[in-house]
């Protein structure tokens, strides 16, 4: 049984590994990291920060911009795994010379997850290892151990979200009678997680809390430092508390927020510790492995229970 | 295991879609004995590939059972998967890999060791003549070349039961001379063949027992004698007849004969039609009139699928 597991999980790493939409995607991320961390760094220099000398604030532009960057490639890495698992096999043919073979149903699609795991981390940790010294090097700073640590730790929380993707297209795969048609749901769910609910996340603070304060301003006299502050950070921490609320169940946003607690700073600068980073944001570890399980589970059973008709 | 390899009882499989129930099939019983070449004949949508898909285990009966070489298609389902090669009619491979991973893969999860399979494939690819093509990708293969393809891999294990799907569907005529001549041997080594068409102008005559599906039913099933005799007793006797002289004289005098329905001549062939078997009163012309030659006249394949799909015999 785990024989033909393993025969399947090296087929599904070989095929991809060779084929360019794997690749696309590794490149894809590179790219966008590298020009937004560039686009970053040229801005700063801009405003007069001579290259950027607090080397922290370079290191958390950076972390910053491989979250948000995986944020929107790590997705498409699962779905890109997960749409045709099964239905692209229909769709072709192959699933029936495959499953006409002495092996139970189950083999196959373990074989498909297990090589889908191996592919994403693969994918983010090559992402990750090729952008960031390329980044590192272009802003021209110097990162230490710990900095370098936590960028690659990066690759944890992406696989999960990629991972999430992942068995969510395998779910819609599973059922769908068509690649095409999974394709198409898989990446309405991305866009929904992705752009529309930040949106309307925004939108329902926006109408509970009404208008932001406005800024005091005299022209005759000079600003004063805090003035306004308490006001403003009162409204955008209960925005941030709405728009979380709504968001809870969101694997980007969970995904966001626990990279933001592995770079959390304490007041003298250094960062918190990994476990304690962890230990505050095990809520968002949690509903990346709810989203996990609660498509793996029902896209395994579902698969098992189907017959070929086609 | 009895003398069948393939039995099925009172086989039911039921669909529900969107348009409602369909049954598509519907209490077949069949039974294929050992070594030979069997036909299952019908038209599209009469349930040959559903009765093949439960034998192999890819569809679960509603009802009824089925057993491939005494193993429960069920219950058993690996057990008869390791023993049959399956040919499906929709099938595809992995276009980005080459003819050889293609098998090599198959071959690993039927249970094939490695080394043996370095032997086996260039074997099965010499077979259907694509050992040429052994290192191309799949994508730049023709209909035919995957076609052999797909019959490579059903005979890469070496199984006592091949079950194919209109196997020669994009085949050329080298492709289906090929093919004929792999399933003759196949049988010779004492194996059995189950195809699966509706070309039965290509691949009835090499079939040596049949049986017929319609919506699901089956209509009939035996050698190809008896199915024969079916049609005969319903549609008659034909018999040609080969006459050195006095055709018309002949053709008078078979007009008197019991049952004869029809006679009619060109140059010196008679064709007689009866109700009934006269072939012992066409004997005893034989001497009187010069009679060379007296055959009867099997009905094509055509006239039976015709006869069989028209519900000539239930």
């Known amino acids: 049984m785990i024989e033909k597991v393993l025969i399947i999980t090296k087929k599904e790493i070989l095929e991809n590994i060779k084929s360019v939409k794997y690749w696309a995607i590794v490149g894809l991320f590179v790219l966008l990291y590298l020009s937004s961390t560039y686009a970053i760094g040229f801005a700063l220099r801009g405003l007069g920060q001579q290259g950027i000398q607090r080397r922290e604030r370079v290191v958390l532009t950076l972390s910053s911009q491989v979250a948000n960057t995986m944020s929107y490639i790590a997705p498409l890495i699962g779905i890109a795994l997960g749409f045709g698992a099964?239905?692209?096999?229909?769709?072709?043919?192959?699933?029936?010379?495959?499953?006409?073979?002495?092996?139970?149903?189950?083999?196959?699609?373990?074989?498909?997850?297990?090589?889908a795991f191996i592919l994403i981390v693969l994918a983010v940790l090559a992402s990750t290892l090729i952008a960031v010294p390329l980044a590192i090097s272009v802003q021209g700073v110097n990162v230490t151990l710990d900095d370098f640590t936590r960028l690659v730790f990066v690759t944890v929380p992406a696989s999960l979200l990629a991972l999430a993707y992942y068995t969510m297209a395998l779910f819609v795969s599973v059922n769908a009678g068509r690649s095409s048609q999974a394709l198409v749901v898989s990446l309405s769910m991305w866009i929904f997680f992705s752009f529309i609910l930040p949106i309307i996340s925004s939108f329902i603070a926006f109408q509970i809390l009404g208008p932001p304060p406005a800024m005091p301003f005299n022209a005759t006299r000079p600003f004063q430092p805090g003035q306004g502050s308490r006001q403003f950070a009162e409204y955008y921490g209960k925005y941030s508390q709405i728009v979380n609320t709504i968001q809870i169940m969101s694997p980007n946003a969970r995904y966001t927020s626990l990279i933001n607690a592995l770079f959390a700073l304490r007041q003298s600068g250094s960062y918190e510790t990994l476990t304690s980073s962890l230990g505050a944001r095990w809520l968002d570890v949690v509903v990346l492995l709810f989203y996990i399980a609660a498509f793996a589970i029902p896209s395994y059973v579902l698969f098992l229970r189907r017959q070929e008709t086609r | 295991m009895g003398e069948y390899v393939i039995e099925t009882q009172d086989l039911v499989k039921v669909y529900k879609d969107r348009s409602?129930?369909?049954?598509?099939?519907?209490?077949?019983?069949?039974?294929?004995?050992?070594?030979?070449?069997?036909?299952?004949?019908?038209?599209?949508g009469s349930g040959k590939t559903t009765l093949i898909s439960i034998l192999v285990g890819l569809q679960l009966p509603t009802s009824g059972s089925a057993q491939v070489l005494g193993f429960d298609c069920v219950r058993e389902s690996i057990e008869v998967r390791k023993r049959v090669g399956l040919l499906p009619e929709n099938y595809g491979f992995y276009e980005s890999m080459t003819a050889y991973e293609?098998?090599?893969?198959?071959?690993?999860?039927?249970?094939?060791?490695?080394?043996?399979?370095?032997?086996?494939?260039?074997?099965?690819?010499?077979?259907?003549?694509?050992?040429?093509?052994?290192?191309?990708k799949v994508k730049s293969f023709s209909r035919g070349m995957t076609q052999r393809l797909a019959l490579a891999q059903a005979l890469l294990k070496d199984p006592e039961i091949l079950l194919l799907d209109e196997p020669t569907l994009g085949l050329d005529p080298q492709g289906s001379t090929m093919f004929r001549k792999l399933m003759e041997e196949f049988v010779k080594s004492g194996k059995s063949v189950l195809i699966s068409t509706h070309l039965l102008h290509e691949l009835g005559y090499i079939c040596t027992q049949a049986a017929f599906l319609r919506k699901g039913k089956l209509v009939a099933q035996g050698s190809i004698e008896e199915l024969a005799k079916v049609y005969s007793k319903e549609k008659g006797y034909s018999y040609e007849l080969l006459v050195a002289e006095d055709v018309e004289l002949l053709?008078?005098?078979?007009?008197?004969?019991?049952?004869?329905?029809?006679?009619?001549?060109?140059?010196?062939?008679?064709?007689?039609?009866?109700?009934?078997?006269?072939?012992?009163?066409?004997?005893?012309?034989?001497?009187?009139?010069?009679?060379?030659?007296?055959?009867?006249?099997?009905?094509t394949w055509d006239e039976l699928y015709q006869f069989y799909q028209g519900g000539g015999w239930e």
Do not use: C
């Open chain 1, 86 to 115: 099964v239905a692209a096999e229909r769709d072709k043919g192959t699933i029936r010379l495959v499953l006409a073979r002495p092996i139970y149903r189950d083999a196959l699609i373990n074989g498909k997850v297990i090589a």
């Open chain 2, 20 to 44: 409602g129930v369909v049954k598509a099939l519907d209490g077949v019983s069949l039974k294929v004995p050992k070594a030979v070449l069997f036909g299952l004949f019908g038209p599209n």
């Open chain 2, 102 to 136: 293609n098998l090599e893969y198959l071959g690993k999860l039927d249970g094939i060791p490695v080394q043996e399979l370095k032997r086996r494939i260039p074997e099965v690819l010499e077979l259907v003549g694509l050992k040429e093509w052994i290192n191309s």
């Open chain 2, 251 to 299: 053709v008078k005098e078979l007009m008197k004969l019991e049952g004869v329905i029809h006679v009619s001549f060109e140059n010196d062939k008679v064709r007689v039609r009866a109700s009934e078997d006269i072939s012992d009163e066409l004997a005893s012309l034989v001497g009187k009139f010069r009679v060379k030659a007296m055959v009867p006249i099997s009905p």
